[in-house]
């Protein structure tokens, strides 16, 4: 019987040094820390978490203080190996006395050295609306620069000492995290500019204590001062993908758009008002940079870390928040938001003759066909490059649907150049490229095995009915080729198509046997470029999405493909020696390689 959700969550947080047996959702907790080498962080690792901890105020209340829960959130950041850095939104006391600020200077020293952090000042830790030119107080004595000098991450802080970077490494990059005071002067944002000058090309996250509140739906606006904020900093700065802020609650969100068109999320963070002073609970941010998201999760190591059969029932009902502005995910991509500033230089086009090996059969590619939306007449040639006689022509089918050039392209395909076939329905209607009647690609048998290579992109929103479209295939019906036993005589020897619900279907006829050993795939993405790769080894065929295997591939015997002498075509597959719909989406290089080829060989190697 599964277990339920809460009971995962505790035995996360009571064993997080060894990892749960299942862990949260959201990625807070790490149900296999595969990506720490012992008690170190494993900076190349696509998925870790950053910790955001919002107003504290009322844990540290002059007589009234107990810092219990937030040194039960400290444990649990210095046993968590997925933590890259933890950021404090300010209002760590009440009234910023020194005796508050002295026991929270304390409290924070369960993680000085242990875990990567920033703190700024809120209005109660200076106990006024001076900017960040208001000179010594008890709060910069205790968080001055000073504190975070040894830290790995520390950065600088500006010359008054309210303000403060971070550079943190994590997921294979760098990320900038600044930590600014609750009321910037003149100079405060003139220093922040510098810093962002300075890591032109960082992702960049600013965290303060106000810049939005938000309604009793969770929608966020902008505050009086966070419009300043957004104006002079965040919105002309496009590496700013993300700020955070506490001060106001209820907790929302928003997402802008700077002068470069881009998004950019505001969060408000604060769970002061919630029972115990919001009892140390922490906002996860756990970035999955492979997926693209990032999982956001509210909850309390403390409440957590509680025997259950001891907790009452307010400690019950505050371990987790799962409303939508306390849990949710962000669909980020992340090369393609950053890729205006990261100086990351995408892979260069590489010539055809880095891609023929010994045995290729057949390679074709798009980078000749014109500028963008060209339009590809019928009669055009696309030429082998292998230069094996297997040149293509274009020919329209059914309808006729415009065939279209394009410089979309897979980041790792050979060529940065595609087609866009606009393939459908009702009426049947759609564009291929096809050998020649004598082509020998027709004839050939692959006994000793192939590989089949082909980049494609569905469209996203993909629109209308296109299901069982084909990518590629050999024309011709399975019942000349004296085959009977599959799902119909009719379908061709060779084929990839796409169902309707989105997954690949290779379905091929072998030379030696009355068999149709078919792969299924999952769900092909929209909006994304895909590399499928065919291999067969003489004795069975193996499927590969991005370099991963399928887990539908038949274990059936699949020796040659029984070819027809008839021709090879990408863009649709025939019935009954009649094309219906042609493909819809994208499709880039294709090759074909007379041999089984290892994953170290495909097309997107260099990527």
Known sequence: M???????????????????????????????PAHATGSRFDVDHPRFSIAVLPDTQYL????????????????????????AFMTHLGDVTEHGSEHEIGLASDTFKAI??????????????????????RGASAYLKAFNPKRFAAARTFGGASPDGYNSYHVLTAGGRKWLILALDWRL?????????????????????????????????????????????????????????????????????TVLKNDAGHDVHVHITNYQDRYYGGAGMIRSYAFDLARGVIDVSTFSPWFLSKDPSKRTALEEETIELTGPVDRFTLDIDFDARF?????????????????????????????????????????????DLARRGNDLTVQSIGAGAPLLASSDHHLGAPAHASLRFNGGKSPDRGTILA???????????????????????LPDPFEGDHAWMGILSWQGRNGDAGKTSGWSQDEPTCSLNVTSERFLQYVVYPTDVDA???????????????????????????????????????????????????????????????????????????????????TRDFLTTTF
């Open 339 to 383: 890729a205006g500033f990261s100086g990351v230089v995408p892979p260069a086009a590489r010539p055809a003759s880095a891609v023929l090996l010994r045995d290729t059969v057949a390679y074709w590619r798009f980078d000749n066909m014109g500028a963008d939306n060209t339009a590809i007449v019928n009669g055009t040639v696309v030429r």
């Open 516 to 598: 149709d050993p078919t792969s299924w795939s999952h769900a092909l993405p929209t909006g994304r470029w895909t590399h499928i790769a065919i291999v067969n080894d003489g004795r069975r065929t193996i499927i590969y999405v991005d370099g991963s295997m399928i887990a539908r591939n038949p274990s059936q015997r699949s020796h040659g493909i029984a070819t027809l002498g008839k021709p090879f075509t990408i863009g649709a597959t025939q019935s009954a020696e009649r094309f219906n719909q042609g493909f819809y989406g994208w499709i880039g290089d294709v090759r074909i390689t007379a041999r089984a080829l290892s």
């Open 435 to 457: 050998t020649s009647s004598n082509a020998p690609l027709n004839s050939l048998k692959f006994e000793s095995g192939y590989t089949i290579e082909a980049f494609i992109k």
């Open 112 to 133: 000085d050295g242990k875990v990567p952090y920033s703190v700024l000042a809120g209005n109660h830790d200076i106990n006024g609306s001076t900017t960040d030119q």
């Open 185 to 253: 002067s003149d100079a405060g944002f003139a220093w922040a500019q510098s810093v962002l000058d300075k890591h032109r090309t960082l992702p960049a996250i600013i965290t303060t204590h106000e810049l939005a509140y938000a309604d009793d739906a969770g929608t966020a606006y902008l505050s009086g001062y966070g419009q300043q904020i957004w104006d002079r900093l965040i919105r002309r700065n496009d590496q700013i993908f993300l700020s955070l802020n506490g001060h106001y609650w209820p907790p929302g969100r």
């Open 2 to 32: 599964a277990l339920p959700r809460r009971t995962l969550l505790q035995a996360a947080v009571a064993a997080p040094a060894v990892g749960a047996a299942a862990g949260f959702a959201s990625g807070a907790f790490d149900a296999a």
């Open 60 to 83: 540290f209340d002059e007589d009234s203080s107990d810092p219990e829960p937030l040194r039960a959130t400290f444990t649990y950041l210095r046993e968590n190996r997925t933590i």
